[in-house]
């Protein structure tokens, strides 16, 4: 019987497949772009190092290729967060997920921080920016803020965490995230959403995308539980 | 009674007073710089974002202003690490700690990762540069051949962790990497070396410098024990 709500189509572009992970080899990564286009999930989100390499690899499909900005600590300088995405965009990449200046945010120098995202927005041009809270490290107050310095700054998505800091994603902080924004924002979760069920309640909670790992067990368990499209 | 083999100088400028924790506030930072210059460590290691802050705060004292290029996955590409370094440098940064690619060094591609480091040696100019192996991701083959590369590309210090992977510094590893390098490359510990007795244990098996937060305990109980010079 078929899912009521999400297609399996609906599930896998809404998966971020993550290779981040610093110790991945490039076989490793490989591996991953192979799961990205046999699930035809809705980007890679891979290493700088590796946009020019993923990009190659996925030529073709309809995978996009997303990578990270000053990550996970966001304590690049602007300059360095804007030849970055340049960088990023020249090799290849259509999706930037860049971390926020925590230290500036938690300091209360808020106009600081939303030149730094305006700026790696610009430098994007035409590509999907996606600014990451780090919400292990804020207040409640602070995330809300963050959210709306980053719709003020012109990026498109909202995002609960980088993975890498000591918390993740929790249903509570996305429902925050989604009334902190306007409706047309949208959120990404990352960082501990590992199963069908979980990821499931994630998309009921507000989100667009999640970051995965676990993404071929994901979409398994879903065609075993509802079939395919 | 005086310590037989380290003075209280000598303890404090083998610290690089780590100020790197993603949601450090300004002030924290500021409260950093003061407890780097009452104590008179080696350097203080900063945020990219926070060179200029720091650089102010420390001027014309004897503390080096040392900050992380590519940190900590060692992810990014030579070319945004090179603007990275380039950037700390002109904003005051006498001292650059960079990660090398990890992911390269574990996929056997060594001359890429020697490049890396290479390119980044030249962008800091006569300033001195560190190499962060992180060491928790790494085979003991990895870890010969890392400082091998580190040498090879003209750097000055192996350095053990970011102190944000799994492990940190091991006795082992420095007599390890002690072995793997000529006499005149110089080697740093970081992450975990938090009391005084295990910095005077690294010293002995052959560190110059040690990553700390720890400071201000670790030297207080210095002139506890051993008296101040």
Do not use: W
């Not at 896998?12 to 993550?18: G, R, V, Y």
């Not at 799961?35 to 995978?63: E, N, Q, R």
């Amino acid at each position: 019987m078929a899912h009521p709500k999400y297609s399996m189509k609906q599930i896998a572009k809404t998966i971020d497949h993550s290779l981040l992970k610093p110790e991945m080899t490039r076989d490793e990564v490989k591996t991953g772009c192979e799961i990205a286009k046999k699930y035809d999930v809705a980007s890679v989100c891979c290493k700088p190092a590796d946009v020019k390499f993923c990009a190659d690899l996925l030529k073709g499909t309809d995978v996009e290729i997303g990578t990270v900005v000053g990550f996970p600590h966001g304590s690049s300088t602007t300059e360095t967060k804007v030849f970055e995405t340049k960088q990023a965009v020249a090799d290849g990449a259509t999706e930037i997920d860049v971390v926020l200046n925590i230290g500036l945010l938690k300091s209360g120098l808020n106009q600081q921080v939303q030149d730094d995202i305006a700026a790696v927005v610009k430098a994007a041009g035409d590509k999907t920016v996606k600014v990451i809270l780090e919400n292990a490290y804020l207040t409640e107050a602070e995330k809300v803020t963050a959210c709306k310095l980053t719709e003020a700054a012109g990026a498109h998505y909202v995002k609960t965490s980088t993975g890498y800091a000591p918390t993740g994603a929790t249903i509570a902080d996305i429902k925050l995230m989604r009334s902190s924004v306007s409706p047309k924002m949208k959120i990404k979760s990352a960082g501990g959403v590992r199963t069908l069920d979980a990821l499931i309640e994630y998309l009921d909670a507000g989100i667009s995308r999640s970051g995965a790992t676990t993404t071929a067990i994901m979409i398994d368990e879903y065609v075993e539980r509802f079939g395919r499209d």
